[in-house]
């Protein structure tokens, strides 16, 4: 009688981990899938977007080296383009995080920056290529790259 | 009846005073790990001891209440939202998962893990006006799995370690 007790508790144990396993193995498989999809969906971009809040949106190519300063709301971010790949070069958020990102180069990749709330991501040529004269004419300074190229 | 209510309020008081603390220590760890943003969510063994061993109110509380003390005296509004979006959601899900009592702590953790960074993201989507942080979610997706298994199993041995902390229920 007890060992039957211990038994039946041994499986109704075994049978909490099977759960538990299954819950995780599903957060992996979710995760997985959703990796996947990503990485099969991906292109490789020719511009960058730059938005930052309360800023014009402003776009720039990949296929040009240059150096663009970045008015956030707590402060300035250099980004650097180099060899077809953006990457954050300075920022003057205090975690550094935007920096740690790396470099981009595939449609939809970005480099976020929370405290300055900048978004940089990349995007497919084709359809806004038109697009950076149109931002970047409105004014002589635009709003958000004071710096220009290099 | 009074003598319980000054113990309660001791053992509040001692735990958010302890997630503050990690929450102090965590920030202090420059970021060592690989990927950008990712924290091991050291507080979190305060909640969980809270949750498994005293009950759902005080680790709802517990967690606001740091939340809200850390972001007043080291943080600002933007990280207030950040830390609210994910600290909440993770301890709400958690508290639910904790009730329907099938799963094993260190699970409850990691989905908990994975909550609190897919708060912070959907703020930042909503904050930042863009959906380009799908890459971001990913990564910090497989992060809040893995520290929420650390998390979860050092939880579970304090949960296992520490049965003298007065609680609701032996007072």
């Known amino acids: 009688m007890k060992q039957a007790k211990a038994t039946h508790k041994e ?35 020719k511009a960058v977007e730059i938005r930052a809040t309360g800023e014009k949106t402003v776009i720039v190519p990949l296929d040009e080296d240059g150096r663009y300063e970045i008015q956030g709301v ?25 920096m740690a990102m790396g470099e981009i ?42 710096g220009g190229k290099q | 009846m009074r003598q319980n209510k000054t113990a309660k309020l001791a053992t509040y008081g ?42 759902y109110k005080s680790a709802f509380f517990v967690n606001l209440l740091r939340i809200l003390l850390v972001s007043m005296l080291f943080g600002n509004g933007m990280s207030l939202a950040y830390s609210l979006a994910g600290g909440m959601l993770s301890t709400l899900v958690m508290m639910l998962l904790k009730r329907s009592g099938k799963l094993k702590i260190v699970t409850v953790s990691i989905v908990g893990g994975i909550c609190h960074n897919v708060g912070q993201i959907l703020v930042a989507i909503v904050i930042l006006q863009t959906t380009a942080l799908a890459w971001y979610l990913l990564v910090l997706w497989f992060s809040g799995l893995a520290s929420g298994l650390v998390i ?3 939880g579970g041995e304090m949960v296992k370690r520490l049965n003298k902390i007065p609680t609701d229920r032996s007072m």
């Open chain 2, 14 to 55: 001692l735990l958010i005073a302890l997630a503050m603390i990690l929450s102090y220590v965590e920030a202090q760890i420059p970021a060592f790990f690989i990927v950008p943003g990712m924290k091991l969510g050291l507080t979190n063994i305060v909640v969980l001891f809270a949750l498994y061993r005293i009950g």
């Open chain 1, 74 to 98: 707590n402060g300035v971010n250099v980004l650097v383009v180099k060899d077809g790949k953006a990457r954050m070069d300075e920022a003057s958020c205090p975690d550094g995080i935007c």
């Open chain 2, 152 to 154: 979860g199993l050092i």
């Open chain 1, 105 to 146: 180069d595939t449609v939809n990749r970005s480099i976020v920056c929370l405290p300055n709330e900048i978004v940089v991501s990349v995007i497919e040529t084709g359809r806004t290529w038109g697009g950076i004269k149109s931002t970047t004419t409105d004014s002589d300074e635009p709003d958000v790259i004071a």
């Open chain 1, 11 to 45: 499986s109704k144990q075994k049978k909490s981990i099977r759960l538990d396993l299954l819950v995780i193995g599903g957060l992996l498989l979710v995760g997985g899938i959703f990796g996947l999809v990503l990485f099969l969906t991906s292109k490789p971009g």
